[in-house]
């Protein structure tokens, strides 16, 4: 499976308008063969945060062209040229079934690293980050990627309050692994305001 990762900002003031063409414009004409899910949130104030997910590169390529010809119709809007990471999907696994459908209201944690070796860094999440997740409540999907030096892991929770009861767990074994970083890892936080899962979602899908 693939991801896309994209960070956007937007103008001050243009939140808003950028929120309305993503539900009314993008996500209807981002629809490419092999689109599996889409998300966008709002974690911080002018930031936002899109992430999809695709059966391999060549749908992602196919949906790179679509979400081209989306961010040309947005330069009255964006502050720049939005930060797109994408790669394969090295640790992953679905908690819960869901349906094809829009989606709102799922609670999203997203957190980038720098990282000198991605194997040392997968390897923690591995034994450390998703024996969490096996324990935790509340939890739709979860995943991990490298791509170019920086460690992207993601989470789905039914509320913000299921994601806060482990919360605290990922931040003390972070903590305790900073030799793995070579900045410490940022996390963004957010309900999902527009998305839709193209097909439905097996739990157990990896």
């Known amino acids: ?24 414009e993008a996500i209807p004409s981002l629809e490419v063969e092999g689109m599996i899910s ?7 104030e002018n930031v936002n945060l899109g992430m999809v997910f695709l059966t391999d590169k060549e749908a992602a390529d196919r949906f790179g062209e679509a979400r081209n010809e989306n961010i040309a119709k947005l330069q009255d809007i964006l502050a720049g ?3 797109v990471k994408e790669g394969e999907i090295t640790l992953g696994k679905i908690y819960q079934e869901v349906t094809a459908k829009e989606r709102e209201g799922d609670f ?10 991605a194997e040392t860094a997968e390897n923690f999440v591995k034994e450390k980050i998703f024996p969490i997740y096996n324990e935790a409540e509340g939890l739709r999907a979860a995943g991990f990627m490298v791509v170019d030096g920086e460690a992207i ?25 900073e ?3 070579n900045e410490a890892p940022v996390a963004y936080m957010g309900t999902i305001y527009a ?3 193209f097909i439905d979602i097996t739990k157990g899908m990896e």
């Open 1 to 24: 499976m693939y991801a896309v990762v994209v960070r956007g900002q937007a103008q001050d003031g243009k939140m808003e308008d950028l929120k309305n063409f993503i539900k009314n």
């Open 38 to 44: 889409i998300g966008f949130c709002n974690p911080e």
């Open 81 to 83: 040229p939005p930060n």
């Open 108 to 117: 999203v944690r997203v957190v980038f690293a720098k990282v000198g070796d």
């Open 153 to 177: 892991s993601w989470n789905f929770w039914d509320s913000e309050e299921a994601a806060n009861v482990v919360v605290p767990k990922f931040n003390e074994e972070l903590s305790s692994a």
């Open 179 to 181: 030799e793995i970083f």
């Open 195 to 197: 998305g839709k899962n």
